[in-house]
């Protein structure tokens, strides 16, 4: 926009030394073209920043649902811990007797979490692949 600016004034410098001096009319004139040519560079570049500020915008949202998945699977892995945790527990009270249907639901818990860390990476996997516009 700089270079823009000092390109137009030196034409202007330059038409005021070949020409003489310019008349206030048509000092005018060249600024009053300068200045709608200011205005559409511009606005162009405020269209330009919009567009971007929305890409930016978007790469956030993205960045944040994907965050939030991590931050979900982390809680299921805790949750897997806390059962393994409480299946030890329960063998060991057992000593051996009644252990496979002790143990059945724990592992029925624990087949569910990992069915639901799995979907939570495939979504994360679909929205780092989302292109932004």
Known sequence: MGSFLAA??????N????????????FHNEMSKLMDQVKEKMHKFG???????????????KASQIGKL???IMGLNIHKEKLYYDMGKK????????????VKPFIKE???????????RIEIQAISKRKSK
């Open 47 to 61: 269209k330009d920043a919009s567009v971007l500020a929305k890409k930016g915008e978007k790469e956030i949202v």
């Open 110 to 120: 624990l087949e569910k979490i990992e069915t639901d860390a799995h979907a939570k």
């Open 91 to 102: 063998i060991a009270e057992l000593k051996g007797e009644g252990l496979t249907d002790a």
């Open 15 to 26: 038409k005021n030394e070949s020409e003489g001096i310019m008349s206030k009319k048509d």
């Open 70 to 72: 991590e931050l979900d």
């Open 8 to 13: 137009a004034m030196t034409r202007l410098e």
